[in-house]
């Protein structure tokens, strides 16, 4: 039986239509049987890196690490980056997973937080002379709350010796990242690329691994597969450290192809017109409320919207209509709805989602 | 074009051949698209354990973690379980591996190393008092060389008080494992199960979960969201730490679901005779020589052959014929060839195989 369900989850979410076929052609090529050390692997693997560098403006000297999760990612980034202390700035639940990482892997770091849904007083915060790494979640996936990159830019500017790493999980590939500005930047395939879960990626600037060679001179934990020392060596041969998820890397390679040949600047200017119409149509209703407060802190990508005791039903009523929305993240999980906009999400049927939804009173 | 190919490659290999239907299908229900919290997810995971556990012989007080590759699961089982020193058999580069794992995460571990190809003669060795962890990699796939399951019983029935984890990454399913005799089994499924690769699968007692509490209240780095305290409490759930790789979770149940209504016994039947075939050819070959010398130590799964200078003009002939097998491991990378005989491989093509070599002298 076909599914005749639209996701507009925030991940896993929607498959971009042309993934099917690009697994079966996989699967006829017999892709997911090639050895991971040797040529056709590494064509798959400078082919996929090619397309995310020119999608995502991701300068020569950045490398791009593979791994299973973005909740890896950010395990692998404090393990190899962080000797004592990295800075956090928390608004929710994955900013605040960020943290919780470092304080796990027996760092001494510290975070500055704000309510769920909130955005930050930049100018007021004073990160410590201490910190080695800043971790922005750029957009948390929790709340629907984003930072703007020209924020991010300014806290490079006001601290330049430290670094910076920007969680982009569910705003890659529309957010437009300054790479000047960053030094590593992290997601996961199954938001906005629109592809089966089981991918991490790591975009880190080369210059970053001389830290981790001194962590290790140091005798600390870098972690063992994944260190980045032996992923960069890899990388300079296309290759990963240990067996890869090869099909996840193939479909991304191929996503990243077929959206270069729409163009990202078409994928943001579409995304940004998603995004006002949900905006709009939700600033209308009197039943629901947009949880972001303030529309400078509203993310692009991720909608959340307070439905209060109505939650229920109103998601029982789009899935009715077969579309498929996330429920809110921890204490608001049954009070709140999270519409993802990724570019799988087409205008048309984001606009039969607000359709739908208009059809009744809650 | 479609691929011609039969891999007999030791992993990635050859996918099982319902694989691809079983892929088609989970594409049409939009499987890659669901939420890992939610109870469709939560079916998937529960029917993968379930036959898993069916095929394998697992007990009901074992536990299935999931995690992205076999390296993964060597690196999370020393995180957890061990807090000074673990005790290894090293005879080849993935029991090296299992080794420099724990070393790379600061334990006081020891290992018994015997040349590359060799068995050990567990009666003479003596492992130390201090040792929490006994690890040995059943099936050594850079060699070829197996521990039979009995000499593994007698570890356990020497040592009660230590626990036992087996690397079964390339004997999984066709090794029939005593889980009365061991505590934890890992494998990736992308060998003896022909999936694709980017799943680990870590089967665990239960009462191993003490120890992670232990060290856990000993403020011990334990790792962060795939510690096996949350696994646990996930698992309970038919759920996993963060979103894993959902689409493998449900081809592993897929695969296993097949794999029972052949029947495991016939399986391993067909494996050894299969496994006598390969060695039971290349022992007429006056060119070739099995590598392994004592055939009480030879793998059933991983049949390593010496070609000596000749190796690239017999893996050519193979490939000619659409036969593609492994090189060797390491320094042998160069000299040997490696045969992969897991389920899918049928014992018509492996007589195919068998038949392409004896067409050439080399």
Chains 1, 2 share one sequence.
């Not at 990202?264 to 947009?290: G, V």
Request: contains cysteine; charged residues 25%; glycine residues 6%.
């Amino acid at each position: 039986m076909s599914s005749s369900k639209k996701y507009f989850t925030c991940g896993p979410t929607e498959l971009y239509p042309i993934v099917s076929d690009a697994i079966i052609k996989a699967l006829d090529e017999k892709i997911p049987s090639i050895s991971h050390r040797g040529k056709e692997f590494e064509k798959i693997f400078s082919l996929t890196v090619h397309e995310l560098k020119k999608l995502m403006g991701i300068p020569d000297d950045f490398m791009i690490f593979f791994s299973s999760s973005g909740t890896e990612c950010m395990e692998r980034i404090i393990e190899n980056i962080v000797e004592n202390s990295s800075f956090h700035f928390v608004n929710g639940s994955f900013s605040e997973r960020f943290f919780k990482t470092a304080i796990e892997l027996k760092k001494n770091s510290k975070a500055h937080k704000v309510d769920f849904g909130k955005g930050f007083n930049f100018g007021e915060i004073v990160i410590p002379e201490e910190t080695e790494l800043i971790c922005v979640t750029q957009n948390e996936t929790s709340s629907g709350a984003a930072v703007p990159m020209k924020q991010i830019s300014e806290l490079k500017d006001k601290y330049p010796k430290k670094l910076i790493a920007i969680d982009v999980v569910t705003s890659a590939p529309y957010q437009k990242i300054d790479f000047g500005k960053i030094d590593i930047a992290f997601f996961s395939v199954q938001k906005g690329f629109g592809l089966p879960p089981g991918l991490g990626v790591t975009i880190i600037r080369e210059s970053c691994i001389e830290k981790t060679i001194y962590l290790k001179e140091l005798n600390n934990n870098i972690g063992t597969y994944n260190n980045f020392i032996d992923a960069a060596l890899y990388y300079k041969k296309n290759q990963t450290t240990v067996t890869p998820n090869t099909l996840g890397i193939y479909l991304l390679g191929k996503i990243a192809q077929h959206l270069n040949s729409i163009g990202i600047e078409k994928i943001r200017f579409e995304t940004e017109e998603k995004a006002k119409m949900l905006y709009d149509y939700f600033f209308t209703r009197k039943d629901m409320k947009i949880f972001v407060e303030n529309p400078f802190d509203r993310s692009k990508t991720i909608v959340v919207i307070d439905c209060g005791e109505k939650q229920k039903q109103i998601k029982k009523h789009l899935a009715d209509n077969n579309f498929i929305v996330s429920s809110g993240y921890g204490k608001f999980s049954e009070t709140q709805i999270r519409i993802a906009n990724f570019p799988m999400h087409s205008i048309e049927d984001t606009q039969k989602l607000i359709s739908v939804l208009d059809e009744a009173d809650f």
